[in-house]
């Protein structure tokens, strides 16, 4: 029987309170492994064009906006874990559940602790579930956390 030495947690965030809904779970197996986490927010390849003709800026300038507003909102959502659990904050550029796949098995992560919106139907079909790929397409283990609800 395999033992879990659990060193490494990758917990990926859009932002949102859904995503926030995994923070607890993968601080506690944290804790009790005496794991690091790593917070990973993945941005798209290229900004929509509207943000750029919106704002009069170049792509070069919307791009560094977008990322230094995404490096802020990563130290905020960093700030809603413990003290007592080392969170490194990791921020990529690509296509979602590719970047959470590539980056856990470049860094030896252990376990991805991931949210959904338990989503089904049109609505699922139609936005997908980076959730339902990184669990297809991962050679490590899962864990799911079912959101409750959107908080406000």
Excluded at 25 to 44: M, N, P, R, S, T
Excluded at 76 to 94: A, C, I, M, T, Y
Excluded at 117 to 137: D, N, P, Q, W, Y
């Amino acid at each position: 029987m395999r033992k879990f030495n659990i060193k490494k947690i990758l917990v990926p965030t859009d932002f949102s309170e859904i995503s926030a809904q995994a923070f607890g779970y993968a601080e506690d197996i944290a804790k009790q492994f005496g794991a690091e986490i790593h917070l990973l927010h993945v941005l798209e390849k290229n900004p929509p064009i509207l943000l750029i003709r919106t704002f009069d800026l170049t792509t070069e300038s919307a791009l560094q906006k977008i990322e230094d507003d995404a490096r802020n909102l990563l130290n905020e959502f960093k700030g809603k874990f413990s003290k007592d659990v080392n969170v490194k904050e990791v921020l990529l550029r690509g296509n979602d559940f590719e970047e959470i796949i590539s980056y856990s098995e470049k860094n030896d992560i252990d376990l991805i602790v991931i949210a959904t919106h338990g989503r089904t139907g049109l609505l699922h079909t139609l936005l997908g579930s980076v959730a339902e790929k990184v669990i297809r397409f991962s050679k490590i283990p899962v864990l799911v956390i079912t959101a409750t609800k959107e908080e406000k």
